[in-house]
């Protein structure tokens, strides 16, 4: 690298004028990385050389380089895995960059042509966003141009490259290496070294990701739209009762609610306050569970996204909602008022079975419950390591979320309440001042 002249220029960038291309509409994947889900500025940068002498014209040399990338990577440093297949790259080819370190970078070929091919980000990328590689000939010589559009793709991401800079240093190390292997593949000479143009979008001039009034990133989108066609995991009727002990784990935990009056659900009481929290799906801690899923979608057949934390790991598998009841009935001899629904789990989760999530009043005594139901057991297909983990450590991790969403049910329910009665106290002062 200290043997070719860099010439590297830095400016101020503006929105639209340095914002990313359009993905095709066909590259539609639930583990896209993209831009509006970065961190910190977006970076528009580009990478370019002119060289002459060489026999070797712009369709030879895309041909060459999306054949093999090592061709032209520094592969002391860095190594274009194909994940999927040899032979030339084609749009939807997906090839990880090893580098030594936590450094791998998931990408996708988003798009190709006989001059050019770009790739897409995948989840787990350091960068989210989009490099475009393009060569072309004019009266000079042959010119070849790397393109990029990324902001950081998490927090430690940004720290490296925008505070630290180590990051950056590697990028840099990284696209002048390719540059002069491209040089040398194509059997020329550089002429007048590599020109890098940067432009910083800061985040303060970036529009937010169109959230389309409901509050949903675009990968999380993606994520619900690729559940619609995913069947359950379990046969259906397995775990209708009667349901056998020996071969299924079945849960039940009971949770005393506030107080009403006797009769029916009383307007803004308890019973109404936890049902709104349901079909929110807010009974779970945001810190372990949190699900994801259009507010336009039905509560029957929702398909739901969960997103899993435990310590350090992050885990998304999928849910349907089911039947949603709502009747009244009598059991022991009392009249009970009962609403719930229950969920399923899809393939690729790591467990196989049904939640039932259930409100009870008793319609005599004005009690109110919330009551937790679980028929469950390790998934027989999916990832063989979240099945393997979920044997080996979550049994107790998943009598844990079931206390903690009873749990949870309760203190929601009273402070909500609390809020309330707080509400109609300021407003009652407010109109007997007036």
Request: glycine share 8%; with cysteine; net charge negative.
């Given at each position: 690298?200290w043997?070719?002249?860099?010439h590297?220029w830095?400016?101020?960038?503006?929105w639209?004028e340095?914002?990313?291309?359009?993905?095709?509409?066909?590259?539609?994947?639930?583990?896209?990385?993209?831009?509006q889900?970065?961190i910190?500025?977006l970076v528009h940068?580009?990478?370019?050389?002119?060289f002459?002498?060489?026999?070797?014209g712009?369709?030879?040399?895309?041909?060459?380089?999306t054949e093999?990338m090592?061709?032209v990577?520094?592969?002391?440093?860095a190594?274009?895995?194909?994940l999927?297949?040899e032979?030339?790259?084609r749009?939807?080819d997906?090839?990880v960059?090893r580098m030594?370190?936590?450094?791998?970078?998931?990408?996708?070929?988003a798009?190709?042509?006989?001059?050019s091919?770009?790739l897409?980000?995948?989840?787990?990328?350091?960068?989210?966003?989009?490099?475009?590689?393009?060569?072309?000939q004019?009266?000079?010589?042959?010119?070849?141009?790397?393109?990029s559009?990324?902001?950081?793709?998490?927090?430690?991401?940004d720290l490296?490259?925008?505070?630290l800079?180590?990051?950056?240093e590697v990028?840099?190390?990284m696209?002048t290496?390719?540059?002069?292997?491209?040089?040398?593949?194509?059997g020329g000479?550089?002429?007048s070294?590599?020109?890098?143009t940067?432009?910083?979008?800061?985040?303060h001039?970036i529009?937010?990701?169109?959230?389309?009034e409901?509050?949903?990133?675009?990968?999380?989108?993606?994520?619900?739209?690729?559940l619609a066609?995913?069947?359950e995991?379990l046969?259906?009727?397995?775990?209708e009762?009667p349901v056998d002990a020996?071969?299924?784990?079945?849960?039940?935990?009971?949770?005393?609610?506030?107080?009403?009056?006797?009769g029916?659900?009383?307007?803004?009481?308890?019973?109404?306050v936890a049902?709104?929290?349901m079909?929110?799906y807010?009974?779970?801690?945001?810190?372990v569970?949190t699900g994801?899923?259009?507010?336009?979608?039905p509560?029957?057949e929702?398909d739901?996204?969960?997103?899993?934390?435990?310590g350090?790991?992050?885990?998304?598998?999928g849910v349907r909602?089911?039947?949603?009841?709502e009747?009244?009935?009598?059991l022991?001899g009392r009249?009970?008022?009962r609403?719930?629904?229950a969920?399923?789990t899809l393939q690729?989760h790591?467990e196989?079975?049904?939640?039932?999530?259930?409100?009870?009043k008793?319609?005599?005594?004005?009690d109110?419950?919330?009551r937790?139901?679980?028929v469950?057991?390790p998934?027989?297909?999916?990832?063989?390591?979240?099945?393997?983990?979920?044997?080996?450590?979550g049994?107790?991790?998943?009598?844990?979320?079931?206390?903690?969403?009873?749990?949870r049910?309760?203190?929601?329910t009273?402070?909500q309440?609390?809020?309330?009665?707080?509400?109609a106290s300021?407003?009652?002062?407010?109109?007997?001042?007036a």
């Amino acid at each position: 690298m200290w043997t070719t002249p860099i010439h590297r220029w830095a400016m101020t960038g503006s929105w639209p004028e340095d914002a990313p291309p359009d993905l095709p509409a066909g590259l539609d994947r639930p583990d896209l990385q993209s831009w509006q889900e970065g961190i910190g500025p977006l970076v528009h940068r580009i990478y370019r050389t002119r060289f002459t002498g060489s026999s070797m014209g712009p369709p030879d040399l895309i041909a060459a380089l999306t054949e093999d990338m090592d061709k032209v990577a520094p592969t002391e440093f860095a190594s274009f895995q194909k994940l999927d297949g040899e032979g030339p790259m084609r749009e939807g080819d997906e090839y990880v960059v090893r580098m030594p370190g936590p450094w791998d970078g998931p990408v996708v070929a988003a798009a190709a042509d006989e001059t050019s091919f770009r790739l897409a980000t995948l989840e787990g990328h350091l960068e989210a966003g989009q490099i475009e590689f393009r060569a072309a000939q004019d009266h000079a010589g042959g010119v070849f141009e790397i393109e990029s559009w990324a902001r950081n793709g998490d927090r430690l991401s940004d720290l490296l490259y925008t505070h630290l800079q180590i990051s950056r240093e590697v990028q840099l190390h990284m696209w002048t290496s390719v540059l002069r292997n491209v040089v040398k593949l194509a059997g020329g000479r550089m002429d007048s070294g590599i020109v890098i143009t940067t432009r910083r979008v800061d985040p303060h001039a970036i529009p937010r990701f169109d959230e389309k009034e409901d509050g949903l990133s675009p990968r999380d989108r993606r994520a619900l739209a690729a559940l619609a066609g995913r069947p359950e995991n379990l046969d259906p009727g397995v775990a209708e009762p009667p349901v056998d002990a020996s071969r299924w784990r079945i849960d039940e935990m009971v949770e005393p609610l506030p107080h009403e009056k006797p009769g029916l659900p009383e307007r803004g009481g308890s019973w109404e306050v936890a049902r709104r929290m349901m079909d929110a799906y807010q009974l779970a801690d945001p810190h372990v569970v949190t699900g994801v899923f259009a507010p336009e979608a039905p509560l029957p057949e929702r398909d739901m996204l969960l997103k899993i934390h435990y310590g350090p790991l992050r885990f998304k598998v999928g849910v349907r909602v089911g039947e949603v009841r709502e009747d009244t009935v009598e059991l022991d001899g009392r009249p009970v008022l009962r609403y719930g629904w229950a969920y399923r789990t899809l393939q690729g989760h790591f467990e196989e079975g049904e939640m039932l999530y259930e409100l009870r009043k008793w319609l005599d005594s004005g009690d109110v419950e919330f009551r937790l139901h679980a028929v469950s057991r390790p998934a027989r297909s999916g990832p063989l390591l979240l099945r393997l983990g979920f044997r080996l450590l979550g049994r107790n991790q998943q009598l844990r979320f079931y206390r903690q969403v009873c749990r949870r049910v309760k203190r929601l329910t009273e402070a909500q309440l609390e809020t309330e009665r707080a509400t109609a106290s300021r407003r009652k002062v407010v109109g007997s001042s007036a």
